[in-house]
């Protein structure tokens, strides 16, 4: 296995859910702890990312130093905190040396259109001709699906919205963090986004194609927003979101545009 040493910054970018952070230090109580264990390492972590929220780390430990973002006191015992508060709290505090363990391999396209059902493939082979059949399925499936887009927008233009409902489903499509993510830089990021979102709404993709006014001009809106400007910490997180897997975002933002039609 190779090791290779990274910055704390890179570190974060790289984070996937199920990644594991390992943690060694020379106090007493951490070689009491790896001796128990028979382990090198007396504590461990594991990344979770979850789409534009700052990667975090769900751990258990005895100190209470920074807030749980799930329940937002701080408390002892399993813990979910930002990861890079996390490690710089092990590092520098507890005087801890960190390893970052990654998946491997990485969670491809196929796996995840095993796990959505999402994907077909069909290959060249003998007695082709029993494969019609799922081709057909296919193909009706994916024309199933736009004539169900279609009648869905159709609905959602002639839902009216205000001004005022606008800008409601301006901030509950992107809401504040939880209380204990809600750092200034996190909250400026969130107005950051909340007004990019603002600018499509005004941009030829809603106004200029004459859907303002209407909860088809609010999806439309968000839908441009997640696919084109949305950050991604990859080009493969970009490409899965976009193309590969469903984005549950996108079916929120129709329920939530209907909700805020009734506000």
């Known amino acids: 296995m190779s090791v290779a040493s990274i910055s704390l910054d890179e570190a974060v970018d790289l984070a996937r859910t199920g990644d594991v952070w390992l943690f060694r230090g020379h106090t007493m109580a951490d070689r009491a702890i790896q001796v128990a264990t028979n382990s090198p390492v007396n504590h461990v972590g594991m990344s979770v990312a979850i789409e534009d929220l700052p990667p ?23 813990q979910l905190h930002d990861l890079r ?13 960190a390893w970052l363990r990654q998946l ?10 095993e796990r959505t059902g999402s994907v077909f493939t069909f290959v060249h082979r003998g007695k082709w001709q029993e494969r019609v059949a799922d081709a057909r399925a296919a193909v009706m499936g994916a024309r199933d699906d736009l004539a169900r887009y279609v009648e869905i927008a159709h609905n959602l233009l002639d839902v009216k919205i205000t001004k005022l409902q606008a800008g409601i489903f301006v901030t509950e499509f992107i809401p504040a963090p939880p209380k204990g993510l809600a750092t200034e830089r996190v909250m400026a990021n969130v107005e950051q986004a909340r007004t990019k979102l603002r600018e499509i709404l005004a941009s030829p993709t809603v106004e200029g194609a004459g859907i303002d006014g209407t909860a088809y001009g609010l999806v439309q809106a968000a839908g441009e927003y997640l696919d084109h400007v949305r950050t991604a910490r990859t080009w493969e997180t970009r490409l899965n979101r976009t193309l590969i897997r ?15 039609a009734k506000a």
Request: net charge negative.
């Open 56 to 78: 975090l780390m769900w751990h258990a430990e005895l100190g209470r130093s920074l807030p749980d973002v799930w329940t937002g006191t701080r408390h002892r015992g399993v």
């Open 85 to 97: 508060e996390a490690v710089m709290v092990w590092a520098a505090r507890y005087g801890q040396r």
């Open 104 to 113: 491997d391999p990485a969670v491809t396209a196929e796996m995840e259109g």
């Open 246 to 260: 469903p984005e549950p975002l996108k079916h929120s933002a129709v329920k939530l545009a209907l909700e805020v």
